[in-house]
Nanobody
């Protein structure tokens, strides 16, 4: 069993900042990638940012230059620094870990944390 615990969501005004954190625990295999996805009401879940165990990152075009993903491999943790937030960033943000064990690749998700950008 793998547990992902997210924190850091909340209400912020446009132009503000938030930092999301996610810590993974339990029966984690070898981590391939850690990332953040989001889902706004009435929309599909989409990738926000992802980081490999080697530190390679990729971002959705809509957040490039505003969001920064980082990780702490020793703590099995991933972070998302969100700056210059916009109302369209409002969504539930989900932490994701793609990890491997011999013979299997596993996809684990957090419970989600709400981010609301509004004046």
């Amino acid at each position: 069993q793998v547990h992902l615990v997210e924190s850091g969501g909340g209400l912020v005004q446009p132009g503000g900042s938030l930092r999301l954190s996610c810590a993974a625990s339990g029966s984690i295999g070898s981590i391939n990638t850690m990332g953040w996805y989001r889902q706004a009401p009435g929309k599909q879940r989409e990738l926000v940012a992802r980081i490999t165990s080697g530190g390679k990152t990729n971002y959705a075009d809509s957040v490039k230059g505003r969001f920064t993903i980082s990780s702490d491999n020793a703590k099995n943790a991933v972070y998302l620094q969100m700056n210059s937030l916009r109302p369209e960033d409002t969504a539930v943000y989900y932490c994701n870990v793609l990890h491997s064990r011999p013979g299997a690749t596993l996809d684990s998700w957090g419970q989600g944390t709400q981010v609301t950008v509004s004046s």
